[in-house]
């Protein structure tokens, strides 16, 4: 278990550089730090997970044309600003997932058709969108809003079953009650070639 979590750790590390290295040449034409205007979408990620978790995003736009967007690492306890969606047709971030031998893909960070987006809750005046990953469940909710959230579906829990302590003798999913918020993925090596 310790040597799996030291693997995820530097391919972990490995990621975040080859992504600042893609941020730096990419993220311009898509979205910035600043906010443009009022109408721009603010979107916030809240990991209230055991684990640190891994998220790989484009936006998607329109006529499905898409642009890397951003890639980060989300802490346990930590809430993590995005850079600002620009007010375009259709607009939605689309994301790979990763966290504690778990991966997805597919997975809909935000999506203009969102009601929370349609009501202007997402917007900057109206304080922004919180999408949260909590109990192996992954939410989204309007920052000004009392409290309410809706949930988007489920995340994969992987177990194993240790053999001699260290090798992995069977492993599956934990049964969950919603549909995944996204396609799962077999492992790391898939991931990475998503």
Known sequence: MAGRRAHDAVVAAALLLAAAAAITAAEGAVSSWEASSDQDYHIFVENRMADNMHLSCYAVHGGGRSEFYHSFRADTGREVQLPFLQPV??????????????????????????????????????????????GHEMFVAGRSSGGGRRLLGDLPEHQCEKMLLVFNRRCWYKDHRHPYVGRVMSGLAEYLMA
């Open 89 to 134: 047709a259709r607009a939605r971030l689309v994301c790979k997932w990763a966290c504690a031998g778990n991966y997805l893909r597919g997975v809909t960070l935000f999506s203009s058709y969102w009601r929370e987006a349609t009501s202007g809750a997402c917007r900057r005046r109206g304080g922004g969108c919180v999408v949260v990953f909590d």
